[in-house]
């Protein structure tokens, strides 16, 4: 077992859901542990009711202490798809969790599809583009100055394409 992946921390007990609006609120609660701005209940609730809508969450935990450690909320569009956003609880980070929801997202876009499936990330979170090109996305094109930050000059947005 990888050291950094505690029993209470194994994605093996890790169960993907369809993101329902109901869950809107604990995702929202989530986003705001790890985006700035973050997106409220009310824009997470519209996104996950919208009919193009493919949006993940992944629960641990047994019995009525099962929590959200992680999301992924995506659209899809005619013959494409967008991952919109993707976060995992931070004592989940590197635990293959991130892995796990973007491969789910892939398998329920491919059934609905989609040929091809884009996302955006800053061009300084290297940990996360090395996480996609893992997964086989490659860049195809860049959004300057796309991502603002409080404490320094705003950070371009790279698009990654992953052809499905």
Do not use: C
């Amino acid at each position: 077992m990888n050291s950094n992946v505690t029993p209470f921390r194994n994605i093996k007990h890790v169960s993907l859901l369809w993101a329902a609006p109901e869950r809107a609120a604990e995702i929202a609660a989530l986003h705001a542990r790890l985006f700035n701005p973050a997106w409220d209940e009310a824009a997470i609730a519209s996104l996950l009711e919208h009919p193009a809508s493919t949006s993940l969450v992944a629960v641990a935990g047994t019995g009525d202490t099962k929590v959200i450690v992680g999301f992924v909320i995506g659209q899809l569009a005619a013959d494409e798809a967008e991952i919109l956003s993707v976060g995992t609880a931070p004592d989940w980070q590197r635990s293959g969790l991130g892995k796990m929801l973007i491969e789910g997202l892939i398998r329920a876009t491919k059934r609905g599809e989609a040929n091809r499936l884009f996302l955006e990330v800053a061009e300084d979170n290297v940990a996360a583009q090395a996480l996609y090109a893992s997964l086989g996305f490659s860049e195809a094109g860049r959004r300057k100055r796309y991502y603002e930050r409080a404490d320094g000059p705003a950070v371009d947005a790279l698009v990654l394409a992953l052809n499905l």
